[in-house]
């Protein structure tokens, strides 16, 4: 037995569970670009760090700058109130996009 088959592999429905949970709190970015290079951009993308000068350098084109320290209730007043947010951040080992999607979870 190896250490892959060690630890039984989840029933499906257990792994329905899990990815459904997963990609309801996440999602691609190749689906993001997709969507904006179809503009059928349902959600506002945010780019949740970084300086306004950093942000100048590399954001998404389409994307509001708006870091995960300035979201706040007041902030978010600019969209109705279930406007769907997909923020990211700098790259994989940044975790301004979790912050900003706590925040955004808190603020309703």
């Known amino acids: 037995m190896s250490t892959v ?5 989840a029933s499906p429905e257990i ?4 990815f459904a949970g997963r990609l309801s ?10 969507a904006l290079k179809s503009g059928d951009q349902d959600f506002v ?3 949740v760090v970084g300086s306004d000068a950093a ?3 590399r954001h998404v084109p389409g994307a ?3 870091p995960h ?3 706040s209730a007041e902030r978010l007043a600019e969209w109705a109130q279930h406007t769907l947010f997909v923020v990211y951040c700098a790259g994989p080992h940044c975790n301004g996009a979790d912050q900003a999607a706590l925040k955004l979870a808190r603020l309703g």
């Open 5 to 9: 088959t060690e630890i039984a592999a």
């Open 15 to 18: 792994a329905i569970a899990h």
């Open 25 to 34: 709190v996440e999602t691609d970015c190749s689906d993001v670009a997709q």
């Open 45 to 47: 993308l945010l780019h």
């Open 55 to 57: 942000y100048a350098r």
């Open 64 to 66: 509001i700058h708006l």
């Open 69 to 71: 320290r300035q979201i």
